[in-house]
Every structure is written in C-alpha cells, then in structure tokens.
C-alpha cells in the first residue's frame, strides 16, 4: 500500500538556523497537508498542497509539492524556539499521517 | 473558531474494563476520525465517521469500535482495555467538500490513556 517517509526523524538546530524536513511517497499523491504538534499539544493544521510544482510561503516558512507529486518539504528559515515541536505530513481523504520531524531549537 | 472536546485529558482504566472516550464537535463537521499517538509511530487512524451512523476502519481497528448516533460526536469504545492500548487518543473533525477533495482537519486535546 501507499506509505510515507518523513526525514529526518529528529532535527537539533541551533536558533537562527535553516531546518527543513522532507515527505516522500512511494505513489503519486492528490494532495498533501503539513501539520505542526507542539510538545503536549495536539496538531494543527498548517497548509494544503494540491498542484503539482506548488510552492507556499508563511512568514518564515516554505512549503513546496514536487513535480511528480510524490515528495513535499518544509522549509524554516531562521528558526526561532517557537518553532519547536513535531512537523507532520498528511495526504489523501482519509488524513494519512507520516510519523513526523520532530525539530529541537537550542537558544 | 472549531472547537473539538474529548470527555477527558487523562484517564487510568484496569485491563478488561470497558472504556469509553467521547468526542464533541461544534461545527457541523460531517467526517470524524479517531487517532492514536505512540512515540515513533506517528499518528494511525483506528476508525473515521462521514455520516450519522457511518463508520469505517482505519489502519488499526483491532480493539476497538465506535459509535456516532449523532452528528456532533464520536465516541470511541474499547470493549476490553489492554496494557498496549495505553497511549494518547486524539480525535479530529473535518467539513466534507465534496468531490473527493480534502480539507483540513481540526482536533481535540487528547486523551493520554493509561491502561493497568
């Protein structure tokens, strides 16, 4: 069946640092979601990636679809300690997880 | 703002009891999911809802089963707790657009269960 692999499974980063965590996908996927869990809290929802190419920007976040649909990224830009906690990738109708990034900011 | 409850935030059973964790939605949501998270294995659906009465299994079902008699919520039954189930429950809703397209899903707090 369809599975998903998040790399790397932990990411230590100095503050300032860049940090980006990857969603690869053995099949083509229709879409994709990237969710953020905060240490003892529940996931929130991020952003939605639908086209092919597709490139997104929050603040000092980038989230990008591959061409064949198969791999996403998320891309921090000068991490900040709020940026801690565990970054999952979600896909199809029926919300998929990936086992998720989870991403230490030392100060 | 969506709100999503679960009926606790901690709760301890014994094994072989019956547990029931419940799950409270306000926005009309018509799909309802129900996760558990163990440390390493990410987030896995054990059984989502589309409808009143709907109920289909997720990856994990084994265990477990649910109920949803009303829109609103979504209860989750463990008809005989086991030591392995001990772990975080977490509970989500999502609007259905439609046409097979997704949308962002919106969860509870958790249930961190503990089964002795």
């Known amino acids: 069946g369809q599975q998903v692999m998040q790399i790397p499974q932990y990411q230590h980063v100095q503050e300032g640092e860049d940090f980006t965590t990857y969603c690869n996908s053995s099949t083509t996927l229709s879409n994709i979601q990237w969710y953020k869990q905060r240490p003892g809290g529940h996931p929130v929802f991020l952003i939605q990636?639908?086209?092919?190419?597709e490139v997104k920007k929050q603040k000092r976040l980038t989230f990008q679809f591959g061409e064949a649909k198969k791999n996403s990224s998320l891309h921090i830009t000068a991490t900040q300690t709020t940026d801690v906690g565990t970054y999952f990738c979600?896909?199809?109708?029926?919300?998929?997880f990936g086992p998720g990034t989870r991403l230490s900011v030392l100060p | 703002d969506v709100k999503v409850t679960q009926s606790s935030r901690y709760l301890v059973k014994r094994t072989g009891e019956k547990v029931f964790l419940e799950c409270v939605q306000d926005?009309?949501?018509?799909?309802m999911f129900w996760y558990r998270q163990d440390p390493g294995l990410g987030l896995r659906l054990i059984y989502f809802s589309y409808d009143v009465k709907m109920k289909e299994k997720g990856d994990i079902p084994e265990g477990y089963s649910v109920s949803r008699e009303k829109k609103e919520r979504f209860s989750l039954i463990l008809e005989s707790a086991s030591t392995n189930q001990t772990s975080m429950y977490l509970c989500a809703s999502s609007p259905n657009r439609g046409g097979g397209n997704t949308d962002t899903q919106y969860f509870g707090p958790g249930t961190r269960l503990t089964v002795l």
């Open positions: 926005m009309d949501h018509e799909n």
């Open positions: 979600a896909y199809g109708q029926n919300f998929v």
């Open positions: 990636l639908v086209k092919s190419g």
